[in-house]
C-alpha cells in the first residue's frame, strides 16, 4: 500500500484507496476502523444478496457487504489479496469485502468532482465524487449509502 498526496491549497482530507475488479474506489479514513484479511462469512438465511453473511470480529457479529455486489458489479471471487474494510456506518460497524486496498490518498475538496448525472440518482446515492489522480479515475464512496435505508432507521 502506497501514499498519495495530493498538494494543493485548502483542507486535506485522507482517503483509503481499494480496488473492486478493474475499479478503483476510496472511502473516508475517518470512517474506517480497521482493515483485515478476508474471512469466510457464515451466511444469513433470507439476507440481501450482496451481504455473503456475518463475522466474529473480537465478539462482535460483523455483517460483511460484498461491495462489488452492492455497486452493481457482481459478486467477488475472493483471493489472498482481498480485504475486509470494518467501516462505521452511523453507528453500525459493517465489513466490506474489496479485492484489494491500494493506496491512502491526501486529497482537498478541490480535486472532487461532483458524480456525473447519468439519469438515476441511484449513483449518487452511492458515489459522493470523482477525482482524477495521477491518471486514475477514483470514486468516493458514500459510505451511508451502502446500507439500505431500511437498516439505516434501525
Not at 61 to 81: E, H, N, S
Request: aromatic share 4%.
Amino acid at each position: 500500500m502506497s501514499r498519495t498526496k495530493v498538494p494543493e491549497g485548502g483542507k486535506a482530507e485522507e482517503l483509503i484507496a481499494f480496488r473492486i475488479a478493474e475499479q478503483e474506489f476510496c472511502v473516508d479514513i475517518q470512517s474506517v476502523r480497521e482493515i483485515r484479511g478476508f474471512a469466510p462469512a457464515t451466511p444469513l438465511p433470507h439476507a440481501p444478496s450482496f451481504v455473503t453473511g456475518v463475522i466474529n470480529l473480537r465478539g462482535t457479529v460483523l455483517p460483511i457487504i460484498d461491495l462489488a455486489a452492492r455497486l452493481g458489479f457482481g459478486k467477488i471471487q475472493p483471493t489472498a489479496r482481498s480485504v475486509i474494510i470494518v467501516v462505521r456506518v452511523n453507528q453500525q460497524l459493517v465489513g466490506l469485502l474489496v479485492d484489494a486496498v491500494s493506496d491512502i490518498l491526501t486529497v482537498t475538496d478541490e480535486i472532487l468532482q461532483p458524480t456525473p448525472d447519468v439519469g438515476s440518482d441511484l449513483a449518487k446515492s452511492f458515489v459522493r465524487g470523482v477525482m482524477a489522480i495521477e491518471g486514475r479515475m477514483i470514486s468516493l464512496i458514500a459510505i451511508d449509502g451502502v446500507l439500505p435505508q431500511m437498516e439505516m432507521a434501525a
